[in-house]
């Protein structure tokens, strides 16, 4: 599984990995902005997907 967050606004991919990370810690690290479009950001703002990898490795 992966997880992203990316800006609801312009859909910006803020974080991408294998880690649960706290939406507040990301948006802490680009200044609660969007490094993209400039939109304000918020916690509540913010979206986190969770997606599943297609399970196959070889
Ligand atoms: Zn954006």
Do not use: H, I
Request: include cysteine.
């Amino acid at each position: 599984m992966t997880y992203e967050m990316a800006c609801v606004s312009c859909g910006y991919q803020f974080y991408s990995g294998f880690d649960m990370k706290s939406p507040n810690d990301v948006l802490k690290a680009v200044d609660f902005k969007c490094k993209n479009c400039g939109e304000r950001l918020s916690s509540s703002k913010f979206t986190v997907e969770v997606r599943k990898t297609d399970g196959s490795f070889f």
